[in-house]
């Protein structure tokens, strides 16, 4: 059985990487973030009156 020449095994590594960069970059933009609709909202601010 013949071996792979290490030139073989360099390409084999960059198809392979070069396909993982591929899918992690689709996967990147094809993501679509929903949009969480924010009611109004209203800081509720508590007077305190100090009494000294």
Excluded at 12 to 38: E, R
């Amino acid at each position: 059985m013949p071996q792979m020449s290490p030139l073989l095994w360099l390409n084999l590594y960059i198809f392979f990487f070069s396909i993982f960069l591929l899918f992690i970059v689709m996967s990147y933009f094809t993501y679509i973030p929903t949009m969480t609709t924010q009611e109004s909202a209203k800081y509720e601010t508590h007077q305190m009156n100090w009494k000294w």
